[in-house]
């Protein structure tokens, strides 16, 4: 299951440009925070404290429990959305989503194959038809990875919603009857054919100059051969 990790915070009570870039020089990242039953906020985090959270954590479903300066009970939130800085590295914001304990979340949970398929001993091609599958839970129950076993996968067969074990009080959105992953037999592509060279027509009269089909060309500076008549400079009028 995914663990609930602690995260301080502060209020944001500046804004604009000019703020937020102050507000990065000293190493924090402008947030917001926001839910059903809760009353939108900007808040800061500290910057290398949530890069080190998002480095240590397996999934992309991140649990936190904001401990906000001046509020007394700690919010429970789940990171919605990072936005990153890709010219020159580093996070620019960050919004966390407020949950309740007891409230079902929706979130898209990576899908991790584990073994090898026996149709991968005859050549065939594990492949993941869907890389997440969307699932519903309490917050306590959300789980890091979903991880299918293909141990007894042949060649053309397939593993269905219906035949994965979900964790308890976790439930897919998905179809019993979608196909998450498949062994697949090779992909061989054919190789082109060869391109022949294309054959003058018959009767064709070859162009003025050029040697005749089969005839070898005279070598740079070699001398006419004996008895060959020399050609003559054409008479002036």
């Known amino acids: 299951m995914a663990k609930i990790l602690d995260l301080q915070a502060e209020p944001r009570t500046q804004s604009g440009t000019g703020a937020v870039k102050r507000m990065r020089k000293a190493g924090n990242i402008p947030a917001a925070l926001y839910g ?6 900007n808040i800061q985090v500290h910057g ?7 480095e240590g954590s397996a999934s992309d479903n991140i649990l936190v429990s904001l401990k906000i300066a001046g509020i ?10 990072v936005q990153h800085d890709y010219l020159r590295g580093g996070i620019l914001h960050v919004d966390f989503h407020a949950v309740a304990a007891d409230e079902e979340i929706h979130a898209n949970v990576p ?12 050549g065939g091609l594990v492949e993941a038809i869907h890389h997440e599958i969307e699932v519903r839970c309490l917050p306590k129950d959300l789980p890091e990875s979903i991880q299918i076993d293909v141990s007894n996968l042949e060649i053309d067969q397939g593993i269905h919603i219906r035949e ?7 439930t897919c959105r998905l179809g ?5 992953v498949m062994c697949e037999e090779p992909k061989v592509e054919a190789e082109p054919e060869p391109v022949a060279a294309a054959a003058p027509a018959a009767g064709a009269t070859p162009a003025a100059g050029a040697p005749a089909a089969g005839a070898a060309a ?8 004996a008895g060959a008549a020399a050609a003559k400079p054409a008479a002036k009028k």
């Not at 073994?115 to 005859?122: D, F, L, M, N, P």
């Not at 019993?176 to 998450?180: A, E, K, T």
């Open 176 to 180: 019993g009857d979608v196909v998450i």
């Open 111 to 122: 899908v991790v194959i584990v073994g090898e398929a026996k149709g991968q001993k005859h």
């Open 36 to 41: 059903r039953k809760v009353k939108p906020a």
């Open 72 to 81: 007394a009970e700690d919010q429970l939130a789940l990171v919605q959305e």
């Open 48 to 54: 290398k404290t949530f890069s080190k959270l998002l």
């Open 164 to 170: 994965i074990n979900f964790p308890e009080g976790v």
């Open 218 to 225: 005279p070598a740079a500076g070699a001398k006419p051969a």
